[in-house]
């Protein structure tokens, strides 16, 4: 970014978050604040994923069915949406579908994930933005951090603390459900090509309603009502963050056999109309990312990964995914937004109400899916490996539409490639110069002390980035060749 003076004669004020904290991964954010019509707000912003992945490069050579297992170590937060992605990859390159107790069993340990993932974002890493704990909680994770004049305080803020100590609990028993069928969480064990190697019980039936029951319970009567009393006390929120206004869903939580429907419907929201979704139309810009050119501007399923640190001008380890060449935005807002649950707006108040009635609308779901489970029935099909083949698996993560890729030559794999939801959201430029869509919310947001840049945060937060299924490799000690701008006036530790 270059120096230049205001219209005041002043030098703009470039803020460096790094690193951001209470998301996943490793993540920095560079701002340019300047005073435009009376108010300081961000005129510029670029985000960078500060490690390099390496995933798609490891798989190579490897049997395909490493894929499933291995994939899911990207990320211990949401490792099963990969699971499930790179076992559809799979099965699409083999022609066969699970049949109906595996598709169940996948849809109720996949809804687990978004649960405990869900409520883990609102709770422990969005809800700090707004509460002021001084006085309440004087210890990390609540110190030091933050404070800002519209922080809630009071009785409301003692509230949301102590459903932040619930939530704790809550979440552990999210995962212990995502083990009764998963074998083990947070990586699950029972995915497999074909379906899935639990065996269904009654005994086990019961047991994962149980802890269904508590779990719903407390999103019912914690998480929905504390996300719409943010809403309530921030509702300026609801006109800041907008970014691209576009919004992409692949589709998750197959309702029949031939995934034609899903409780979360594929499509696509771009330039004010709804549209259809077609994975060949996906493209991904490396102009302002660490790899060669030669990575750049092809579909996934034709993909590279092929690092350049030295590159000039670049300044993220994350790619550009774009679809037809336009910026969107993923996640639960664009889920809600795409099956008509969800219309308010688009903002970080709207992602973040979206997700809390996005996280009951699954738990809903996961109770009438357990009274279809058929005790003793077979969950997975088998079938041979293909010595060659393609396959793509595409389905919505907690974070978003996820998507993985495989090409298979002489029974090994010669081509994998994986475009996680961050990767879009937490983008670079591309090659016509567009913002990414976390880039694009930042820009215009008001801040109103450069040395506490919270406003900038609750943008960042409202996407709920995880920059560990981003980027997946670092060296140690290396210090990409990034200069900052010449106007760098402070560097700002997020804490």
């Known amino acids: 970014m270059k120096s230049r003076l205001t219209k005041g004669g002043r030098m703009p004020t470039t803020v460096k978050i790094d690193p951001i904290t209470r998301i996943e991964g490793h993540m920095a954010v560079e701002l340019t604040v300047e005073t435009v019509g009376g108010v300081q707000q961000v005129v510029d912003a670029r985000c960078s994923g500060t490690m390099f992945r390496g995933f798609e490069t490891l798989l190579i050579g490897r049997d395909p069915r490493d894929a499933t297992p291995y994939?899911?170590?990207?990320?211990?937060?949401?490792?099963?949406?990969?699971?499930?992605?790179?076992?559809?990859?799979?099965?699409?390159?083999?022609?066969?579908?699970?049949?109906?107790?595996?598709?169940?069993?996948?849809?109720?340990?996949?809804?687990?994930?978004?649960?405990?993932?869900?409520?883990?974002?609102?709770?422990?890493?969005?809800?700090?933005?707004?509460?002021?704990?001084?006085?309440?909680?004087?210890?990390?994770?609540?110190?030091?951090?933050?404070?800002?004049?519209?922080?809630?305080?009071?009785?409301?803020?003692?509230?949301?603390?102590?459903?932040?100590?619930?939530?704790?609990?809550?979440?552990?028993?999210a995962h212990q459900m995502g083990a009764i069928f998963g074998g083990r969480m947070p990586c699950a064990a029972s995915f497999v090509v074909g379906g899935a190697t639990d065996v269904v019980t009654s005994d086990k039936i019961s047991a994962f309603r149980s802890l269904l029951t508590e779990v719903r319970a407390f999103v019912e009567s914690s998480l929905v009502p504390d996300a719409r009393t943010l809403g309530t006390l921030f509702p300026t929120y609801f006109q800041i963050g907008a970014g691209c206004g576009n919004l992409l869903v692949y589709g998750g939580f197959d309702l029949d056999s031939g995934g034609s429907a899903r409780l979360l419907p594929s499509g696509r929201y771009t330039n004010g109309r709804f549209h259809s979704f077609d994975q060949s139309d996906i493209t991904?810009?490396?102009?302002?990312?660490?790899?060669?050119?030669?990575?750049?501007?092809?579909?996934?399923?034709?993909?590279?990964?092929?690092?350049?640190?030295?590159?000039p001008d670049a300044y993220s380890w994350i790619k550009s995914p774009r679809y037809q060449k336009i910026v969107h935005e993923l996640g639960p807002l664009a889920r809600m937004w795409i099956s008509g649950q969800y219309r308010r707006g688009i903002s970080v108040m709207d992602r973040l109400i979206a997700r809390a009635l996005e996280t009951k609308q699954v738990a809903d779901a996961m109770d009438v899916w357990l009274n279809q489970l058929v005790p003793g029935e077979a969950a997975c099909i088998q079938k041979a490996m293909p010595a060659a083949a393609s396959g793509v698996g595409l389905t919505d993560a907690p974070r978003g539409a996820l998507g993985h890729w495989i090409r298979i030559e002489d029974g090994k794999i010669a081509r994998y490639q994986v475009i996680t939801p961050t990767a879009w959201n937490?983008?670079?430029?591309?090659?016509?110069?567009?913002?990414?869509?976390?880039?694009?919310?930042?820009?215009g947001t008001p801040i109103a002390d450069t040395s506490q840049p919270i406003e900038a945060l609750r943008v960042v937060h409202s996407f709920d980035p995880c920059l560990a299924c981003s980027v997946h490799l670092v060296r140690p000690r290396y210090s990409p060749k990034h200069k900052p701008a010449a106007s760098l006036r402070r560097h700002v530790r997020c804490r």
């Open 284 to 311: 991904e810009s490396v102009k302002h990312s660490w790899y060669t050119d030669d990575c750049g501007n092809l579909n996934p399923a034709s993909g590279d990964t092929l690092p350049d640190a030295e590159k």
């Open 426 to 443: 937490a983008s670079p430029r591309d090659d016509a110069n567009q913002p990414g869509p976390i880039e694009q919310a930042l820009i």
């Open 71 to 173: 994939t899911q170590r990207i990320c211990g937060v949401c490792p099963i949406g990969h699971g499930l992605a790179s076992a559809m990859a799979l099965e699409d390159a083999c022609g066969i579908k699970p049949p109906h107790n595996g598709r169940i069993l996948r849809n109720l340990v996949l809804g687990t994930d978004f649960l405990h993932s869900h409520i883990l974002h609102f709770y422990h890493l969005a809800a700090l933005d707004y509460i002021n704990t001084t006085g309440i909680l004087d210890k990390p994770p609540w110190s030091p951090g933050y404070t800002a004049a519209d922080m809630i305080g009071g009785s409301t803020a003692r509230t949301l603390v102590e459903h932040y100590i619930t939530a704790l609990a809550i979440r552990r028993k």
